[in-house]
């Protein structure tokens, strides 16, 4: 089986979670779900068999790189601040991570550590910044093509690319002239 280490079980990751759970049995994935609020993994694990839920201070460094030494993917769907210290445990063990999250200068400043490890850093892969911006550019490119002036764009969209294929939404609101 693969296992699949999830840090955070807020509510941005309730959806991934059900999804990776749904679909662990065809795909050989066990989930764990790491959270401060041990309580609130349970939940989210929800009694299923391939789930396990555990409590985790996310500044205990022994504690989170055994779990991440044995993980075969990271997802941290914690707070953007809390990203890299969870970054610096995966480029240590080689550990490939995923987060829905921009990509911070401290982040960044691990791009070649992590090319020289083999290992891949999928950031910015949810629908806030990532489906988010593409389909931002493509109403931008709208508009623009028709002649129009964009003076403001905001949307308000949020959760990991999985999200996007069950739930699809986003609001988009936009300035012409």
Known sequence: MKNI???????SSNVLIRY????????????????????LAISRINGHANGKAIHLDIQNEP??????????????????????????????????????SYVTPELEKLN?????????????????????????????DKIRNAGHLLRSFETFTGGLLIVAFNTPWSCVTCRVS
């Open 5 to 11: 280490l999830i840090f955070g079980a807020g509510r």
């Open 20 to 39: 990776l759970l749904q679909n662990s049995e065809m795909n050989g994935f066990r989930i764990t779900v790491v959270d401060n609020q041990v309580e």
């Open 63 to 100: 504690e989170r790189d055994q779990l991440i030494r044995i993980a075969d993917l990271v997802i941290s769907m914690l707070p953007v601040t809390l990203h890299l210290i969870v970054a610096k445990s995966c480029l240590k063990y080689r550990k490939n991570l995923i987060t829905a």
């Open 112 to 140: 070649s550590a992590v090319k020289k490890a083999g290992i891949l850093f999928l950031n910015e892969c949810g629908l806030d910044p990532g489906i988010d911006h593409m389909s931002a550019m493509s109403v931008i």
